[in-house]
């Protein structure tokens, strides 16, 4: 009951098949309970996130997670929220994806214990199925009016449907039966676009499982941001829990740049802070707002989560000395996650680099005699230290670890210069 009292306080309750039965369910036995997500991609982004922190807190509370990757619904795709069809993917790839995808949630749950977390892939039972038995046995029990009033799927009616696609919310039904039978599975959570996927499922238990059988769909709403931009999104594109495609010095700075509109919302969704401390963050945007404590602490809490506490300092660190302009103190791994985006410029050879033509050949400064005078002038910082002398030739010891000279010329525009 405290766990519901908290996730309705967070705002995360979008809709339930049957609020007061669940009620009744939580206050009498721990349950297990299952979140799925389909292999579209080798990583998940943090659109992906907040149903499995959902899921989380039901561990916390003493329940049992089962954590499914569609390792065959990935193969079908998922009509939810898409105008037209998903170009479908080779089992190598799906497999390839599912293999990252499950790593990334392993960091996610706890799987120690008796509520530790059961991992799962729908391919372990949907994979070898024949037409013949998924039809017989599945088909028969789901109707063509039932699933065209479903509005994925009456949704692409009109721009067209395969029928591929169109089963795709008896395969998702199947796994929710599956888990009932083989591990008393009894609440799914999904976001609010899979509330057709889970009552189909529940539609299975309802005809396929013994007389009296009886389970749950909870889902949760879709994140959106107080401008009305889509959330998830930074200026590179999406933003990925796998640290090869966003940094976890761009996963802190996506979430410390959070609006003030946006960020209480943030804490309560993402993070598991206490109520207390949420509502003092609360009193802070409020009192004030320049000292982005709220911001501070929901970039923190993400980072760790994620990343771990190693690579949370070293995001702190790229951040702290960007801010002051002191580089030099960096490492290249650092450097490279702080000037991912920044212009770049390889020097060949092993010849001394004159400051003056290596901001020439860099197009840095656009002739010999500006930056003659970008120089002179106290313009240009070579590791965040200015440079005067015109006749400055670089050493060894502007390269960090031999790799890279950042150049600064003017108050922000940097450049990186490569070796």
């Known amino acids: ?39 579209t991609a080798d990583s998940m982004h943090i659109g992906h996130l907040l149903p499995f922190l959902t899921l989380r807190r039901f561990q916390n509370a003493g329940h049992r997670p089962i954590v499914l990757v569609g390792g065959a619904t990935g193969l079908i795709g998922d009509p939810s929220g898409k105008s037209e069809e998903r170009k479908l993917q080779t089992l190598e790839q799906v497999q390839l994806n599912v293999d990252g995808i499950r790593k990334q949630l392993e960091q996610i749950f706890s799987v120690e214990g008796e509520n530790g977390a059961l991992m799962v892939n ?22 063509v009016n039932y699933m065209l009033a479903k509005d994925t799927i009456a949704s692409r009616l009109e721009t067209g449907i395969s029928f591929t696609e169109f089963t795709y919310t008896i395969l998702q039904a199947m796994d929710f039966y599956h888990l009932y039978e083989k591990h008393n599975c ?53 933003v990925w829990l796998d640290p090869e495609k966003t940094s976890p010095y761009e996963f802190y700075q996506f979430w410390i740049n959070t609006a003030d509109a946006d960020v209480v919302k943030y804490l309560k969704f993402f993070t598991f802070l206490e109520k207390e401390e949420i509502e003092a963050l609360e009193k802070a945007v409020l009192e004030e707002p ?41 490492s290249a791994d650092e450097i490279k996650q702080g000037f991912k ?26 002739s010999k005699r500006q930056a003659r005078e970008d120089v002179s002038n106290g313009a240009v910082s070579l590791n965040g230290e200015r440079v005067t002398d015109i006749a400055y030739v670089l050493s060894d010891a502007d390269k960090i670890e031999g790799q890279f000279t950042i150049v600064r010329r003017g108050k922000k525009k940097y450049f990186m210069i490569k070796y």
């Not at 729908?122 to 109707?143: E, I």
């Not at 404590?293 to 989560?305: D, F, G, N």
């Not at 212009?343 to 656009?366: K, N």
Request: aromatic share 6%.
């Open 341 to 366: 985006d920044v212009p770049s410029f390889t020097v060949e050879g092993e010849e001394e680099q004159g400051l003056v033509d290596l901001l020439v050949a860099a197009e840095i400064s656009p």
């Open 290 to 330: 320049h000292l982005r404590k709220a911001q501070k602490a929901l970039a923190e809490e993400m980072t760790r989560m994620i990343h771990g506490e190693e690579s949370l300092q070293q995001a702190i660190r790229i951040s702290a000395a960007l801010f002051s302009g002191d580089i030099k103190n960096l």
């Open 186 to 238: 009894k609440l799914q959570i999904g976001g609010s676009d899979q509330w057709g996927n889970i009552t189909t499922g529940l539609e299975l238990i309802r005809k396929m499982s013994a007389e009296g059988s009886k389970a749950f769909g909870l889902t949760i709403p879709l994140v959106t941001k107080a401008d009305g931009t889509k959330f998830g999104k930074s200026e590179s594109g999406a």
């Open 122 to 143: 729908n391919y372990d039972w949907a994979g070898s199925m024949d037409v013949v038995t998924f039809l017989r046995d599945f088909g028969k029990h789901v109707g």
């Open 1 to 39: 009951m405290e766990l519901l009292k908290d996730l309705e306080w967070r705002g995360i309750i979008y809709q339930q098949t049957d609020e007061e039965g669940m009620k009744d369910l939580l206050s009498k036995e721990k349950i297990s309970l299952y979140c799925g997500v389909d292999p």
